[in-house]
């Protein structure tokens, strides 16, 4: 692909590139112009130290975000395993259970019923009433 | 006289059932209008060919309808087409006016709705020979000006935002490009997978729904200050039609847009109401106002995009062009049951026509009805407690995105994906509305692009000289970035001044 002025010559071979190098040119463009942005705001500022970048929020609960993240992971390939219904309780009663934070009479009940009416319903409604493929 | 011969009550009674279940899937965060009529399509099967098309056409309106419930209460858009009604809504909500917003959206949405049902019905023929005659300019300009208003939305970063969009059209692009079947911008050992590139609809989920979780799991899904308060029928909560004095005109433009808008085929969807919203920020006197909790942003967001409903089935029933992704299965109905949609399907079958212009006057009707007067009930699907619904959510979501391509688990990993960058992009600095936008329309930039390049031998020009339509889309467009430009650095003093 060549460029002239105001003209370009497109082969059939790489129409498939033209718009994507177009886009990662943009891309760049931007990104420079986004440094470049940040950069003069930071010489402005008087403050000699900026704030440093805080990626978490204060007191952010550590336990309910990194299982959400392992669970969240865990669950495709449990379904995988051992099939839709086993797998969804299983995730549904362990996540409920996480986010109730609490690990009592009534969590265990509230998450227990969640998680086997939840994926029973699913199960029943999208996959035997209605024949939708389920994971 | 022949369309009320028709439609039976059994077709009046599949319509409203068609509602009711639209909204509640439209009102559950990562389920859409799309997917109700795609879980429903195989039931009309059984049915006769008005009934079916009214069950499904009851599924659109709710469904679309549904989707301002968990945008409102909860920053969730329930379907693609409510992105902007988050932007009004939730901060309403936050102020104690959730049933006012609710109620604004619902009005807003029905009038949209018959706007563009009257468009349909008198101006069909007639708009549909207008979006034909676009030529492949004119379109990849319409998708261009769609993508300034990734400017307009960026709140006071311009260039953030743009970066987010055209963040947004790279990821797009990648899988083949059908032009030539070549593959582009694959990461190794994902060819098979992202022959298609990534699927909409489990990108659209991951983003808002488990980005969403992840956020409040990292904030230990404490209850949100809107949980706690109830649809109270408090003063500054209770709804007035007076709401829409002095919005008429915002009104008609975004009924008008949304219709325009889901005519053309392929920019149909959320782009109605963006560019909507982006209207109504330009030409409000208040456009800082708007973000912060105005039903004027409201008003333009749902009456658009209940107005792209008809606009959509414009090119749907007078070309055979899906105006949108929902309207793409609508296509799918109509050949199960044999009936052939394009430029003779009107001529060929004017009672089915009426029929469906009936139908859309029954399920807004239902809509209204069934919203309006028992919204507090609707509501109530997101109110259940956090650590019950958003398992739920996170079931549904996986669930939604395996069945969309039936089947794929690429499309679950899609969504985690998807659902931890929604997660890190707002902490970085990327906008998920623009990306998104950026996202949706990409693959038809490109697609338009290349084809004006191919027609016009590789003569750049061909973008400012195709003709007077050209013109007056480049004047928007300018137009649109100038005020973004004009609007960015006015938030930065506003910013720098408090």
């Avoid at chain 1, 839709?84 to 996480?98: D, E, G, V």
């Avoid at chain 2, 998708?143 to 790279?170: D, E, P, Q, W, Y």
């Avoid at chain 2, 942003?297 to 658009?304: N, Q, Y």
């Avoid at chain 2, 009936?358 to 009805?369: D, E, G, R, S």
Wanted: aromatic share 12%; charged share 10%; with cysteine.
């Amino acid at each position: 692909m060549t460029i002239a002025f105001f003209t370009m010559d497109i082969s059939f071979n790489e129409y498939h590139l033209i718009f994507p190098r177009i886009i990662i040119g943009a891309l760049i463009i931007l990104a420079v112009a986004l440094l470049l942005q940040k950069g003069i705001q930071l010489l402005k500022r008087k403050e000699k130290r900026p704030k440093p970048f805080r990626f978490f929020s204060e007191n952010y609960d550590a336990k309910k975000f990194y299982a959400t993240l392992v669970l969240l992971v865990l669950y495709p390939p449990a379904l995988s395993l051992f099939g839709f219904l086993p797998a969804s309780i299983l995730f549904m009663f362990l996540i409920t259970i996480l986010y109730a934070g609490q690990f009592n009479k009534k969590t265990i009940i509230v998450s227990i019923s969640n998680s086997l009416a939840s994926s029973i319903a699913v199960w029943y409604v999208f996959g035997q009433l209605f024949d939708i493929t389920l994971p | 006289m022949l369309a009320f011969e028709i439609i039976t009550p059994f077709t009046v009674l599949l319509c409203f059932l068609g509602v009711f279940i639209g909204i509640i899937m439209g009102a559950i965060p990562g389920m859409t209008a799309t997917m109700a009529i795609a879980i429903f399509l195989p039931l009309t099967y059984v049915l006769e060919m008005v009934d079916s098309i009214g069950l499904l056409i009851g599924l659109y309106v709710g469904g679309i309808s549904g989707g301002l419930v968990p945008a409102i209460l909860l920053n969730i858009p329930g379907t693609p087409s409510s992105l902007c009604t988050t932007f009004d809504g939730y901060p309403m909500t936050q102020k104690g006016e959730g049933e006012k917003a609710l109620k604004v959206g619902i009005t807003a949405s029905i009038i949209g709705g018959f706007f563009s049902l009257t468009v349909l019905y008198l101006f069909a023929p007639f708009l549909a020979s207008v979006a034909i005659d676009f030529t492949s300019v004119d379109k990849f300009l319409i998708i261009v000006f769609a993508l300034t208003i990734i400017a307009s939305i960026s709140k006071g970063s311009l260039i953030g935002g743009l970066f987010s969009g055209v963040l947004g059209i790279f990821i797009s692009l990648i899988g083949r490009f059908p032009d030539n079947n070549e593959m582009r911008l694959m990461p190794p050992g994902l060819e098979e997978q992202l022959v298609y590139g990534f699927s909409l609809l489990p990108v659209l989920i991951g983003l808002f729904a488990v980005g969403q979780i992840l956020q409040e799991a990292e904030e230990g899904m404490k209850p949100a200050s809107h949980q706690k308060l109830d649809l109270k029928k408090t003063e500054k909560n209770k709804f007035s039609l007076k709401i829409f004095k002095g919005q008429y005109i915002n009104t008609a433009r975004s009924s008008l847009i949304g219709t325009f808008v889901g005519m053309l085929p392929g920019v149909g969807g959320s782009a109605a109401s963006i560019t909507a919203y982006s209207q109504t920020k330009n030409f409000s006197k208040h456009p800082e106002r708007l973000g912060t909790g105005e039903p004027e942003g409201l008003i333009s967001s749902e009456s658009a995009n209940n107005g792209l409903i008809g606009g959509a089935l414009i090119p749907l029933l007078t070309l055979g062009i899906p105006g949108d992704s929902t309207t793409a299965i609508l296509i799918g109905a109509f050949l199960l049951q044999g009936v052939q949609v394009g430029p003779l399907f009107i001529s060929s079958n004017p009672d089915l026509w009426s029929g469906i212009v009936i139908t859309l006057v029954v399920a807004n009707i239902a809509m209204f009805i069934l919203m309006f007067f028992s919204i507090k009930y609707f509501a109530k699907i997101v109110f259940i407690p956090k650590y019950i619904i958003f398992p739920i959510i996170v079931l549904m979501c996986v669930v939604g995105s395996y069945a969309i391509n039936s089947g794929i688990m690429f499309d679950v990993w899609t969504l985690l994906i998807f659902g931890v960058l929604g997660y890190i992009f707002p902490k970085i600095g990327v906008q998920i509305p623009a990306f998104l936008i950026g996202f949706i329309l990409g693959m038809e930039a490109e697609k338009y692009f290349v084809d004006s390049l191919k027609g016009s031998g590789g003569d750049l020009t061909v973008f400012f000289t195709q003709g007077p339509i050209a013109i007056v889309l480049w004047i928007l467009i300018l137009g649109s970035l100038v005020y973004a430009f004009i609007d960015s650095q006015k938030s930065k003093k506003n910013q720098a001044s408090t």
